[in-house]
């Protein structure tokens, strides 16, 4: 009686375990494409990893977007809702630098408890991520009143994306930089996961050398992006030519291994570096065995806001970047509270350009395409 018992109990306890180890299986391992050998680079290359999903369920999500979006027009705002959020889309623009996200505040690390802090004062302060593919094309997309910034983090450290392993099962570390942004996004679904992750290769990115691939799926699955930072993290100042075109090239073969496909679009410069004048087009396109790269935006160390896309002093090849310190993030807060009026505040539509009257002459034109610009001025001002 006893024994068939037992094998009772051994019998359903296997049952068991059979069916939770199959339910705990790890983020996806599927090996994944290779990148063909002759890589062309041209630039009509625009297939995404998400060309390799079940195209019937993509449609229909596609579909489904689309009826949303037509659903909700988006705002053409009324002389009164102009007053009242006062849009002003010719301000400027913060594009934080961060490295690594860890335990010590430090000139290279911004500790976890401080970083989620970052998160939520620009929460509340009205600040929405944009990715800086958005600032590259124009297409900032956010709600009217609000502001956009740009999250960037060099050197694909440990502490901006790690993996925990609890219970046989591999969970986003809640102190890491995507773990505190993922937490984020949950709780304030309108602060979405945006930002770009500006890799580099000596070592493997984010380290975890068997959880690369999960992490690059992962980064842009969410929506966020990865940029050029060299392959060895060199200084382009004092690089020869040469050495800059192997460099950007190796970098953008390496994120097509894990990302068949992918174009990376910008470049953040390892430390600051600009090369001398006739070696600069170096940084915007050239080759190496047969992977070119071309980097449509340039991106600096120090230490200003950037002027919006559609300002007439926008250059996309000296994107300037504020350091996500506690000193410089005080001291651009503080400049944004004492002059509203020179940050950039969303009219809420993409295809409207919403500006004071009397900053008509600083805009640039050639940027604002078929976008519909609107002036207004506050009633009881000349
Ligand atoms: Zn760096």
Redesign the pocket.
């Known amino acids: 009686m006893n024994k068939k018992i037992l094998l009772v109990f051994i019998l359903s306890l296997a049952i068991i375990l059979s069916l939770w180890a199959g339910c705990t299986s790890s983020p996806s391992t599927s090996p994944t494409p290779k990148p063909s050998p002759e890589d062309t680079g041209s630039d009509i290359e625009k297939e995404s990893p998400e060309a390799l999903k079940d195209p019937e369920a993509e449609d229909e999500k596609q579909n489904e977007k689309e009826e949303e979006r037509e659903d909700k027009d988006p705002p053409y705002l009324t002389q009164e809702e102009l007053e009242k959020i006062q849009p002003n889309e010719l301000g400027e623009i913060m594009i934080l630098m961060y490295?690594e996200i860890g335990d010590r505040e430090d000139t290279w690390e911004r500790h976890y408890d401080n970083f989620k802090k970052d998160l939520e004062r620009l929460y509340e302060k009205g600040y929405r991520p944009i990715n800086l593919n958005d600032l590259i094309d124009n297409n900032i997309d956010i709600e009217a009143g609000h502001t956009p910034v740009v999250l960037t983090f060099?050197?694909s450290t440990a502490g901006q994306f790690r993996y925990l392993e609890e219970k046989e099962e591999l969970i986003i570390d809640p102190h890491c930089a995507v773990g505190i942004m993922k937490d984020f996004n949950e709780k304030n679904p309108d602060f979405e996961m945006k930002g770009t992750f500006?890799t580099?290769y000596s070592a493997p990115p984010f380290r975890q050398g068997n959880l690369v691939q999960e992490k690059m799926d992962f980064i842009i699955d969410k929506g966020m992006e990865i940029g050029n930072?060299t392959y060895n993290?060199v200084n382009l100042a004092s690089a020869d030519t040469k050495t800059m075109e192997k460099e950007l090239a190796r970098h953008v073969k390496k994120t097509r291994e894990y990302l068949p496909g992918y174009q990376v679009r910008s470049l953040?410069l390892?430390?600051g570096g600009i090369p001398s004048a006739p070696e600069e087009p170096y940084l915007y396109s050239g080759e190496y065995q047969g992977t070119s790269y071309k980097n449509e935006a340039i991106l600096l160390v120090g230490s200003n806001p950037a002027p919006s896309p559609h300002h007439k002093n926008f250059n996309l090849n000296r994107l300037p970047r504020i350091r996500g310190s506690q000193e410089q993030l005080d001291q651009w807060f503080d400049y944004f509270e004492r002059y509203p009026e020179r940050r950039y505040v969303s009219d809420g539509n993409p295809d409207t350009v919403t500006i004071p009257e009397n900053l008509k002459e600083n805009l640039k034109k050639e940027n604002i395409k078929e976008k519909e610009i609107r002036t207004y001025s506050l009633t009881g001002s000349d």
């Open positions: 490295h060099d050197d500006y580099i930072h993290h953040a390892p430390y």
